[in-house]
């Protein structure tokens, strides 16, 4: 066990692989309501709150695994990227085995939605992290 004194930690970004990196940070961006995306390098940067990025990048493979990426957002947020999903016609499911197609979820006192970006990553919007109480 560690026995030092705690630093703090907090995110700053990561790297998400996309089919297409524009197309994917566009898809986010309009989505969520954010800033149009930066370009820097081979990178489709999203800024995020709290000075969090994402970058988005095209590897050079052929297969690209689905990773899950959950954002928390405030209940005027969460209503807003809904009707957006809806406005644009976003397939969503309120659980991650996408047997409740069409619905959102009200886990952890808070409500919930799961969709996939256009390479195929699942996506989740929350407006309470989990393990919080109502």
Request: no cysteine; proline share 6%.
């Given at each position: 066990?560690?026995?030092g004194?705690?630093m703090?930690i907090?995110?700053?970004?990561?790297?998400i692989?996309?089919?297409?990196?524009?197309?994917?940070?566009?898809?986010f961006?309009?989505?969520?309501?954010?800033?149009?995306?930066?370009?820097w390098?081979?990178?489709?940067?999203?800024?995020?709150?709290?000075?969090?990025?994402i970058?988005?990048?095209?590897?050079?493979?052929?297969d690209?695994?689905?990773?899950?990426?959950?954002?928390l957002?405030?209940?005027?947020?969460f209503?807003a990227?809904y009707?957006?999903?809806?406005?644009?016609?976003?397939?969503?499911?309120?659980?991650?085995q996408?047997?409740?197609?069409?619905?959102?979820?009200?886990?952890h006192?808070?409500?919930?939605?799961?969709f996939?970006?256009?390479?195929g990553?699942?996506?989740e919007?929350?407006?309470?992290?989990?393990?919080?109480?109502?």
């Amino acid at each position: 066990m560690y026995k030092g004194s705690f630093m703090t930690i907090a995110f700053n970004h990561a790297i998400i692989a996309a089919r297409d990196r524009h197309a994917a940070a566009s898809f986010f961006t309009e989505l969520f309501g954010l800033p149009e995306p930066t370009l820097w390098g081979p990178f489709a940067i999203v800024t995020l709150d709290h000075g969090a990025f994402i970058q988005f990048a095209e590897p050079d493979i052929a297969d690209i695994q689905m990773q899950h990426y959950a954002f928390l957002v405030d209940d005027s947020s969460f209503d807003a990227i809904y009707e957006r999903m809806l406005a644009g016609g976003i397939e969503h499911w309120a659980d991650p085995q996408q047997t409740l197609p069409g619905q959102i979820n009200t886990n952890h006192g808070g409500r919930g939605v799961y969709f996939r970006d256009p390479t195929g990553h699942g996506m989740e919007i929350i407006t309470r992290p989990y393990g919080s109480s109502a």
